[in-house]
């Protein structure tokens, strides 16, 4: 079975933290992703990575960078955490091309006072 | 970049019924995948259904099947004998075919499906 994880299920951070989100999957997939989910507005992309040290801005990038250091972690960092940002956070993973789906961790649900 | 329409927010079937939920999509492309996802309450997001579009046939699992209609950019998924455990949120996908922009999944705003029993 595929597996992906996620640091923490649950987060309380302060306005201007720094924070991480981590997600590691153990398929040896090639592409990663991570998303936002809102309620009303669905999964809205903010980065996804195609190989290691590889990443492209998915729809809302702004306040968000991410790292991929090794094939199967790929992080999630709010440089200065604000308001707008609590949400749920779900990591996902891929193999690159094909019909295979994407295969999603349990969510990261942060919120930032 | 592709678009995926969910226009039903919410919606509601008694237990052991049938229920249709609706996506429609936006492409240039000749060639994708399409999904259905769900989301349980507080669970993580599986895979349900998927379909090739280049497949006439539409997919099948179990109780879940597709309406697949590609001239109309339409990608139904209809569950029968609805039971109690497929409450969940449903999200429709879609995915390109093309190795360099294949990378991207495009999401739907989701379907809340609730369970009468």
């Known amino acids: 079975d595929v597996k992906v994880t996620q640091s923490s299920r649950y987060l309380v951070k302060r306005t201007g933290e720094k924070v991480f989100l981590e997600c590691v999957q153990d398929m040896d997939h090639e592409n990663m992703f991570w998303y936002r989910q809102d309620p009303g507005l669905g999964l809205r992309l903010i980065y996804f990575s195609y190989d290691v040290k590889m990443k492209e801005k998915g729809d809302i990038p702004e306040g968000y960078s991410v790292s991929r250091e090794k094939k199967e972690r790929f992080s999630l960092i709010l440089e200065s955490a604000s308001t707008n940002q609590t949400s749920m956070y779900l990591c996902?993973?891929?193999?690159?091309?094909?019909?295979?789906?994407?295969?999603f961790g349990p969510g990261t649900r942060l919120t930032v006072l | 970049a592709q678009t995926v329409t969910q226009s039903q927010p919410e919606m509601s079937v008694q237990e052991a019924e049938t229920v249709t939920l609706s996506c429609t999509y936006d492409?240039?492309?000749?060639?994708?995948?399409l999904f259905w996802y769900k989301q349980p309450p507080s669970r993580q997001m599986i895979l349900v259904i998927r379909q090739e579009a280049y497949k006439q046939q539409n997919a099948t699992e179990n109780r879940f099947s597709v309406n697949f209609q590609k001239a109309a950019k339409s990608f139904s998924l209809k569950i029968s004998d609805s039971q109690l455990g497929d409450a969940a949120m449903y999200f429709c996908a879609y995915r390109s075919y093309l190795p360099n922009t294949g990378n991207q999944f495009y999401f739907g705003t989701g379907t809340s499906l609730t369970v009468i029993p």
């Open positions: 996902a993973s891929s193999w690159r091309t094909g019909t295979d789906t994407q295969y």
């Open positions: 492409t240039s492309e000749s060639d994708y995948y």
